[in-house]
């Protein structure tokens, strides 16, 4: 139990730092909270699906960089014409992000209906390429290559976008303005192109983390964005609104937190009340632990607003 508890905690929890790391990052940079964050989760899912299944069965490394592509193209334009305007009006902001989550879901069940798709299993397809099983066992914990590929990219994204912030002149630019809007553009920073930049990355990523993280489920469906919403809510505002490292460390302990609840805690209720086993509750048990976190730490666990680092 253990070792599952800590195997699968660490998957779950690098998946779910990756989710949520656009949306720190576009927070970060132009102050916006980006309800279509999980739209743009599915959207990145739906491309793939047709890319891979349904249209042009493009092979896997370039169906994903086209989907991240098209939705990061789509994010820039979205930011420009519907954000922008409105980006010093916080409830204004989150009132027209909601709308666009409503109107991508109508369009994806306008395009491919409201059933369920079967999204192409990355794990499965490397498994093959190999000539390899899809099964692992690590610690006597069975894993498949799609939760593994899902790990690895997340961590390797996370190190890439560190150093891109740090070392870039692109990155100091965007870290410039998260710290000092008004005194970036004094210095020449042209910070609406940098701000659509910025929601061009969230974009991309959040279309990535939806294609490793369907790929595991092996479906997805119109509805498919309000877990991601949640989900990057609940650790971006664990680790730090506009944190990047907090986002990794508030992903990990949810990560952790769901996956004691599941193996642990969710087996001794049921056997007590007499109810069935899933970690139905997991859910409220997440939530629960963010707003302890709060009550105790209420910016988070890195304090700080916005610190893009």
């Known amino acids: 139990m253990i070792e599952a508890i800590l195997v699968y905690g660490a998957i779950s929890g690098t998946m779910y730092a990756l989710l949520a790391l656009g949306f720190t990052l576009i927070y970060g940079v132009s102050g916006v909270i980006n309800l279509a964050h999980g739209s743009l989760f599915m959207l990145g899912t739906y491309l793939f699906f047709a890319l891979t299944v349904r249209s042009f069965e493009l092979w896997l490394l370039p169906a994903i960089i086209l989907a991240a592509f098209f939705v990061a193209i789509v994010g820039s334009i979205v930011y420009r014409v519907t954000i922008h305007p409105v980006v010093k009006d916080q409830l204004s902001v989150m009132v027209v992000t909601i709308s666009l989550a409503i109107i991508f879901q109508q369009l ?21 390429i190999l000539g390899v099983k899809e099964l692992v066992i690590l610690w006597g914990v069975k894993l498949t290559y799609s939760q593994i590929l899902a790990s690895v990219v997340s961590i390797t994204l996370f190190a890439i976008l560190m150093i891109f912030i740090t070392k870039t002149k692109i990155g100091r630019a965007m870290k410039a303005i998260s710290q000092d809007r008004e005194v970036a553009m004094l210095m020449g920073i042209n910070t609406e192109r940098l701000c659509m930049l910025t929601m061009a990355i969230s974009a991309s990523l959040a279309a990535v983390a939806g294609v490793l993280i369907r790929s595991i489920a092996g479906v997805t469906d119109p509805s498919v964005w309000v877990h991601p919403l949640y989900m990057s809510f609940a650790v971006v505002i664990l680790g730090g609104l506009g944190s990047i490292k907090g986002s990794l460390i508030g992903g990990l302990i949810i990560g952790y937190v769901e996956n004691t609840f599941v193996f642990a805690i969710d087996p001794l209720i049921a056997s007590i009340l007499n109810l069935p086993k899933g970690g139905t509750l997991s859910g409220a048990v997440i939530m629960l632990t963010v707003l302890l976190v709060l009550l105790i730490r209420p910016k988070g666990l890195f304090g700080k607003r916005i610190e893009l680092e």
């Open 108 to 128: 994806m069940i306008l395009g491919f209906t409201s059933n369920r798709q079967a999204v192409l299993s990355l794990g499965g397809e490397l498994a093959r």
